[in-house]
């Protein structure tokens, strides 16, 4: 067998379809990802806790960065006319990418490599929505437009169709006006000036220095004491819109003892413990309890059967009973780190409303918990082709006189040994961007 990973590896290895979610159409994916259709369950159970954040919308600078962008391009759009608030956008997230990183030295943030790149090359550089100079491969999708400007919306900062500042977003947004203005440029006109053309050179250290000055000193990393409250309220408890009833400021609550952890990692017995912190502070709590419980319970079943079928995709030709025999060598004769009782009672949530499904997710948590391999498997085999079957597509991998016939190899992963399995955590149900939002915050 395969030298076993740390049950870290197997923690980090997670998310190929990173930001979509429920808060986005992308969410319905249709390719041929996700093979058991886990992501719809774990994001159904994680927008009980957090309702605004996605898995990609960590950082408070990006937000900032977000705000100033829509501003700048409404601010250009009334002089130029609509239809060019993308470009507008696409070049200002690039001047501020290249302020923070020549004056700020930031090297954490989408586009860093070709940023670094043109920098390495000299000082001056171009902004254009053209694709050869864009920060990334495709930054219209992959950057801040793509990514920040949903969870902005649900944030309570942007509304409308087009998108435009709310009352919230513009108070914000005019606090950075404010900065720019005592710095010397009033209304950021030539901020707006340089964001018009389709394209200009731009030298940091030439005319515009004071301007670039002034950019990174309002994309600083550590945040001004103004500014927290404006973003606690809105990222880190959700906003005005806030879904969760709360539960998403109890969240934050409980996770402050934690912020300042370096080797803070998420696992079944750290989501109980928040759980039972949740509850001890009364039975406003307990909703947030419940559902963190809800999501412990979710991940002992979905984290190991997702590193299992990858593990299944490479093992072609093989005999069910042998992937049997192979699992019980791993995992023991049941896997007891299942929380059955529980998942017997989240039938319909682990169906994703879809009662077929939840039967077989329900059987799936029954014969690992039990021991009952083979048909675990079987199972498992099912689930991928009813998922596969509703996209329109075909299964992953059949069973085919007793032996696995793979269709689509994808991963060959290997399985976690029978001591990894109690801190085993696979999916982040947007609590790994809350947890770093509010440390940006904390810190700040």
Sequence with gaps: MRAQATSRRHQNRVRPTPFLTALDSRA?????????????IWVSFGRNVVGNLTTVSSSVRDFTITLLGYHFAEAVAAIDGPGTELAT?????????????HRNGARAFRGTERVQKALEEGTRVVLSADRAHQILSNQKIYGLWGLYSVPCRASGWLDGD??????????????????????????????????????????????????VDAIAALLHPELRPDEVPLYREHLLYGGPQDETHGRQEQLATVLEKHLDDGAFTWTPALVRALAKQARERGTGWHPLGDHLDRIAACDSLLAPSSLLFSHLLGLDGWKLDEVADRLRKAWGKQLRTIDQPA??????????????SGSRMVTLARTLAQGEYEAALETMVEQNAAVMKGRGGAPWVERENGRLQVRFKDEDGDLPDEKELPQLWRYPYFMDSLFMVARELRHG
């Design 89 to 101: 956008f696409l070049k200002w997230e690039q001047l501020a990418n290249y302020a923070r990183a």
């Design 343 to 356: 998942l017997e009672q989240l039938r319909l949530e682990l169906g994703a409303h879809d009662a077929e």
């Design 28 to 40: 319905a994916i249709k390719g041929s990802r996700d093979p058991l259709g886990f992501q719809a």
């Design 162 to 211: 087009p998108a435009r500042l709310t009352a919230a977003g513009r108070t914000l947004v005019e606090s950075y006006l404010q900065l720019l203005g005592k710095a010397g440029f009033r209304d950021a006109a030539r901020i707006v000036e340089l964001l018009r053309p389709d394209k200009v050179a731009l030298d940091l250290n030439g005319s515009d220095a004071r301007l």
